[in-house]
Structure formats: structure tokens, C-alpha cells
């Protein structure tokens, strides 16, 4: 399993290089994959829908679809697109240092 | 005497249904099936009506033909599911207490869940071959259709058969080919998908196909909005497509009885074991087929692969014994691609769609992943199977269990 050290902490990465254990994630951590991804600054609303998606992977074990996010979270689909563009489910499961969600068949 | 409440009577719940007749002392057990709607609808069969390989009436036969005899069949709208009571509330005000209950209610195209989809030119320039207004809509617009771009859009996954739309595409390169006007029409594939399909061996064949047939794959589109005065699909983050027709597949739901009820997710889905199918709230309520919210496709063979599995579980239940029969994610799709060939895919929760031969006992070998005449066969020969064994529950010669054999790792 590849290494990486993201805010000089060494931890585990699957392929596509979302983080294997969710609980080595750190806000820190955060920040500086949003920047990798082109994502400069983390504001309040990002980090709503961090949480969001860190308490949902807590519960259920897989990061929420897009219209799971804007039900349960309350942020418009517009917004998180704007807020992650290029893919919300994914984008903010990699930043959120949880699992690519599940695709379905 | 125990009740057994069946809630719809579509392909899985008219399988489990004839299994669970035949098993069940009736000494000791009543059943009933409820449904809303009369018409057997074989479901497959929509993709062929546009192209007029198959006709309205080669799709259709009663429900109640395929219901055994001694059964009661209650044709009603569900009002409300009341786990915590035991009993289903029908809207004719009848009360159904039940000991076990088995949730068979599908899935449904919502296309009012898309700002502009539903709209004035919904069945005018706007088609689903999902219903059979849509599928029938579609027959008589192609009719008279000279060309133009013809723009096929999944809305969100899951949906139904999600081979569908890909075989859609394939199949109208066909016809358009066949009307002498495949120079006038331009075909695209829109999908929020990364690629032609779920799974990344077969979106790559796919993909290949896509290609060599001229059909342009347009990835990572999550489509916001149509616009249908300016005729065109216009996604979250601002990209735009035009069309002249838009074959949709929208959003796709459980039933809304589901929801009222307070027992499913986002979308209406019931929170099933991937596994046993008990559903994740209730032990004695079972979840079959496309009303539930596993990641298996929403397709007529995981029903049917469900089935069996369901049959053993629920003995078990009904017994007090634990449920050992697992489901393993099981499906098994033949594509039409078109010009008299077809695709194999057989696949389950963890392996994906690999090449390879599939062996059938006196019918196969298939070939997985590759395009052939036999497997256009297979599925001109399933219409068959479905109506005269499937739904009645017979024993089919395919295990429900996904097996390695043939597959090329």
C-alpha cells in the first residue's frame, strides 16, 4: 500500500490516493489536499460539508452521494459544486480523508 | 394461520411469490400480493419498441396469469407500511396485518426531479424508454425524425439496468444505419459517470465500442437543468449540450410508499443486508430486487440470482434459524450492440466484469466481454424464458451464485 506524507504526517493512501484509515486525518491534512486539487482556501462552508461527509463515513462506512449531501447537509447542489468543482462526492471524500464512496453497478 | 404480505407484483415479487406458494404448508400459511397496477409489463423488452423490433403487445400480459392459484391478489394502492404494528394500510382503507412481509415495489423514473425535464416538451422532444409511454413516444417520434443530434443522458446513478442506455446507443446506430440516415444524425452518450460504464475493464470495452461505432462518450456530466426552448442539457458546473432529441434516463426512486412509510434513504430505497436481504430495521421484513439500496445493478437477473437466496433465508427465518444463504452481489446482463450481435457481462459485488467464456449447461458457451451472434440469441431467447419460467419460478440452469469458470482474470 503506497505511502504519503501530507502535512508531515506519514500515512496510508490507496491508488487513487484517498486515505486508507480515516482517523489519520487532520484538519491540517486537509487544508493542504484542497490545494493539490486546486482548492486554495477552506472556508466555513467546506468545512460543513468535511464534517458532514467525515460523520456520515462514521456511521455508515462510505461517503454520501451528491443528492444524500445536499438532502441531509442542507448545502444546494449548486453550491457544492462551486465549492468543489470538477465532482463533490469525490473531490470532498478525498479532502475529507475518507474512502472514494461506492459506485454503484 | 401466519400471513405472508407480498408488496408488488413485478419480476421479483411475482418469483417470490411462485417459489414461496409452492413451498409453504397452506395449512399454515396465507398469502397475499398487492399491487397497483394489473399489467405484467416485461421490462427488457422497452429498449426494442422505439426501433419496432418488438411491438407494445409483445411486452405485456396480465399479472394475474402468473399468479398461482389459492393466492390472494389485492390490486391496490399502498397507503402506508406500519412496521412497528405488523400491518400494511391499503387506500381503499382495508387493513393487511402480515408476520412476515416481503418489500418488492421497485424502482420508478422521476423526471420532475430535473428542473425543466418534465416540462411541455416531456414525450415531444424529450423521451424516457423506461415506461412504455416513453418507449411507445419514442417508436413514433423516429418514425418521422430526418436526423439531427440525438443526445442519450443519465441523470444520476443507480438506475435501472445501467447497461440500458448504452445498449439504446449502440442499437440506434443500427437503425439510423438501416433508415439510410446515420450520415444525418449525430449520437452522444452524456454520463455522469467517469467513463461508458460503472466498472473499469468493461467501460473500457465499452468505450471501444462507443468509439468505433462514432458515438461521441461525454464523462463527468451531472446534469442541472434542461432547457428545452433552447434545446439543450446544461450541467451543475455550467457546461451545456445541445440536442434536437434527448433520450433521458432521470432520476430513479423507490416507491413512494416507502417514503411515507419514513423506511428508505434519499431516494426511497430500503436500507437492505447486501447479504442475507433481511432489511437492516426489521427482522421479519425481507427486501427483493430493485426497491432495495444495495449496489448490485437494479436488474431482472439480481432478482432473480435474489430469489433463490431470499427462498432459503426466509425458511430460515419463518423457522428461528440463522440466515445462512448470502447473496453475493450476482448479475448477468446481455447488450444488444446492434446489427444482430450482443455482449455478456456477468459480474458480482466484487469482481468485475471480466472477458472470458461463460458456460451455460446446454445452451452456452457465451462469450463474456466480446461481441457475438449468440449472445444477441440469448437475449431474443430470454423473452421466452422469462414469461414461461422465470416469473413462475422454475429452475433455471444458472447458478445464483457467481461462478469463475471461463472468466480471464
Given at each position: 500500500m503506497p505511502e504519503k506524507i501530507i502535512a508531515g504526517k506519514t500515512v496510508n493512501v490507496d491508488d487513487e490516493g484517498y486515505l486508507v484509515d480515516y482517523k489519520e486525518w487532520t484538519e491540517e491534512m486537509a487544508l493542504e489536499i484542497a490545494r493539490a486539487e486546486g482548492i486554495e482556501e477552506l472556508t466555513d462552508r467546506h468545512l460543513l460539508v468535511i464534517n458532514f461527509m467525515r460523520a456520515e463515513f462514521e456511521a455508515n462506512g462510505t461517503g454520501p452521494s451528491i443528492r444524500r449531501l445536499n438532502k441531509k447537509s442542507g448545502v444546494p447542489t449548486k453550491e457544492l459544486y462551486q465549492l468543489f468543482p470538477g465532482g463533490p462526492a469525490k473531490k470532498a471524500a478525498r479532502i475529507a480523508g475518507i474512502t472514494k464512496p461506492q459506485g454503484c453497478v | 394461520m401466519r400471513n405472508l404480505v407480498i408488496l408488488g407484483a413485478g419480476t421479483a415479487g411475482t418469483m417470490m411469490l411462485n417459489k414461496l406458494d409452492s413451498i409453504l404448508d397452506k395449512e399454515e400459511w396465507r398469502i397475499t400480493i398487492v399491487d397497483q397496477y394489473e399489467t405484467h409489463y416485461y421490462q427488457p423488452g422497452f429498449l426494442f419498441i422505439p426501433f419496432g423490433i418488438y411491438t407494445p403487445r409483445d411486452v405485456v400480459n396480465p399479472k394475474q396469469d402468473y399468479f398461482p392459484p389459492g393466492v390472494e391478489s389485492i390490486f391496490a394502492q399502498i397507503e402506508l407500511i406500519e412496521p412497528e404494528k405488523n400491518q400494511i394500510i391499503l387506500s381503499n382503507g382495508r387493513l393487511l396485518p402480515y408476520d412476515y412481509l416481503i418489500i418488492a415495489t421497485g424502482t420508478k423514473i422521476n423526471?420532475?426531479?430535473?428542473?425543466?425535464?418534465?416540462?411541455?416538451?416531456w414525450h415531444k422532444s424529450i423521451f424516457d424508454f423506461y415506461t412504455i409511454e416513453g418507449a411507445k413516444g419514442l417508436s413514433r417520434f423516429l418514425k418521422y425524425w430526418e436526423g439531427g443530434r440525438l443526445v442519450l443522458n443519465i441523470t444520476e446513478m443507480p438506475i435501472k439496468c445501467p447497461v440500458a442506455p448504452l445498449e439504446f446507443v449502440f442499437l440506434a446506430d443500427w437503425w439510423f444505419t438501416e433508415q439510410g440516415i446515420r450520415d444525418r444524425v449525430e449520437i452522444e452518450f452524456v454520463t455522469p459517470l467517469p467513463g461508458a460504464f460503472t466498472k473499469p475493464r468493461a467501460s473500457a470495452v465499452f468505450g471501444d465500442f462507443l468509439g468505433k461505432k462514432n458515438i461521441k462518450l461525454i464523462p463527468d456530466f451531472n446534469i442541472a437543468r434542461v432547457d428545452s426552448e433552447q434545446k439543450k442539457i446544461v450541467s451543475w458546473e455550467e457546461q451545456e449540450v445541445p440536442y434536437d432529441l434527448l433520450v433521458t434516463i432521470p432520476t430513479n426512486m423507490g416507491d413512494t410508499v416507502i417514503e411515507r412509510s419514513g423506511m428508505g434513504d434519499e431516494l426511497n430505497f430500503v436500507p437492505t443486508d447486501p447479504h442475507t436481504l433481511q432489511s437492516k430495521q426489521y427482522e421479519n421484513i425481507f427486501v427483493i430486487g430493485d426497491a432495495t439500496d444495495l449496489p448490485s445493478s437494479k436488474a431482472g437477473s439480481v432478482a432473480h440470482f435474489q430469489s433463490d437466496i431470499l427462498q432459503e433465508n426466509f425458511l430460515s427465518a419463518i423457522e428461528g434459524r440463522p440466515l445462512r444463504a448470502k447473496y453475493d452481489g450476482h448479475a448477468n446482463c446481455y447488450i444488444e450492440s446492434g446489427f444482430g450481435k450482443g455482449i455478456l457481462i456477468d459480474f458480482n459485488y466484487d469482481t468485475e466484469p471480466l472477458p472470458g467464456k461463460f458456460p451455460l449447461p446446454g445452451i452456452g458457451p457465451f462469450s463474456l466481454l466480446e461481441e457475438t451472434r449468440m449472445n444477441h440469441y440469448g437475449k431474443v431467447m430470454f423473452r421466452w424464458m422469462y414469461w414461461n419460467l422465470l416469473l413462475k419460478g422454475a429452475e433455471l440452469p444458472i447458478e445464483s451464485e457467481m461462478l469463475m469458470a471461463g472468466k480471464r482474470l
Open positions: - | 423526471p420532475q426531479e430535473t428542473e425543466g425535464m418534465a416540462g411541455p416538451e
